[in-house]
């Protein structure tokens, strides 16, 4: 399983940026994939999923400003970021859940600051 993070970046409060993540080694059509990022004291937390109806779900702290979305033809899932805010700062990351276990990719840093 390999997941590939890319679109991150510094921006200014208000601003946004689209996170991109290509997916290879396993059959991404059959899987749930989503973004995540650290949570202090608590790990990883997916804050958008998107399964294979395209339902989707988010956390509280993102509903309304973030968008996932998959293309199953390019193995490619996005993360769409709006009026982002400085609390959003923070490495993301790509996962996906095959058979109950998790994985991720390396990352990608997002900075929100003026």
């Known amino acids: 399983v390999q997941l590939v993070e890319s679109g991150g970046g510094l921006v200014q409060p208000g601003g946004s940026l689209r996170l991109s993540c290509v997916a290879s080694?396993?059959?991404?059509?059959?899987?749930?994939m989503g973004w995540a990022r650290q949570v202090p004291g608590k790990g990883l937390e997916w804050i958008a999923s998107i399964f294979l109806d395209g339902s989707t779900y988010y956390a509280d702290s993102v509903k309304g400003r973030f968008t996932i979305s998959r293309d199953n033809a390019k193995n490619t899932v996005f993360l769409q970021m709006n009026s982002l805010k400085p609390e959003d700062t923070d490495v993301y990351y790509c996962?996906?859940?095959?058979?109950?276990?998790?994985?991720w990719g390396q990352g990608t840093q997002v900075t929100v600051s003026s």
């Open positions: 080694g396993f059959t991404f059509r059959n899987c749930p």
């Open positions: 996962v996906t859940n095959i058979a109950t276990q998790d994985y």
